[in-house]
């Protein structure tokens, strides 16, 4: 049974940070692309950062870029998303999410983590 379990979210103010933490099992994260989304209420998920451990690339949104970096610790079969000048348009609940084709489309990915609630405020 495929699991991804989110932590790390909370409240901050703007331009602090958070280290958002992704540990799968029942599955490796290095045959996985593995994605982080983001939600807010009435709205569509939204793509962020993704990492394909198979070619050693890493993706993001342009509205994230230069300040959110993903990474994978192998060891701990575990994805992090490192937030940094949080921006109160920011706020979202982030999501965990693991599939088998490089894409920014939320459709394509089979597992999804349950979610962390970040709160920039301003």
């Known amino acids: 049974q495929v699991q991804l379990v989110e932590s790390g979210g909370g409240l901050v103010q703007a331009g602090g940070s958070l280290r958002l933490s992704c540990t799968a099992s029942?599955?490796?994260?290095?045959?996985?692309?593995m994605a982080w989304f983001r939600q807010i209420p009435g709205k569509e998920r939204e793509f962020v950062a993704r990492?394909?451990?198979?070619?050693?690339?890493?993706y993001y949104a342009e509205s994230v870029k230069g300040r959110f970096t993903i990474s994978r610790d192998g060891a701990k079969n575990t994805v992090y998303l490192q937030t940094s000048s949080l921006k109160p348009e920011d706020t979202a609940v982030y999501y965990c999410?693991?599939?088998?084709?490089?894409?920014?489309?939320?459709?394509?990915?089979?597992?999804w983590g349950q979610g962390t609630q970040v709160t920039v405020s301003s």
């Open positions: 999410a693991a599939g088998r084709r490089s894409t920014d489309w939320a459709g394509l990915y089979d597992y």
């Open positions: 029942g599955l490796s994260a290095s045959t996985y692309i």
């Open positions: 990492i394909n451990e198979i070619i050693g690339s890493t």
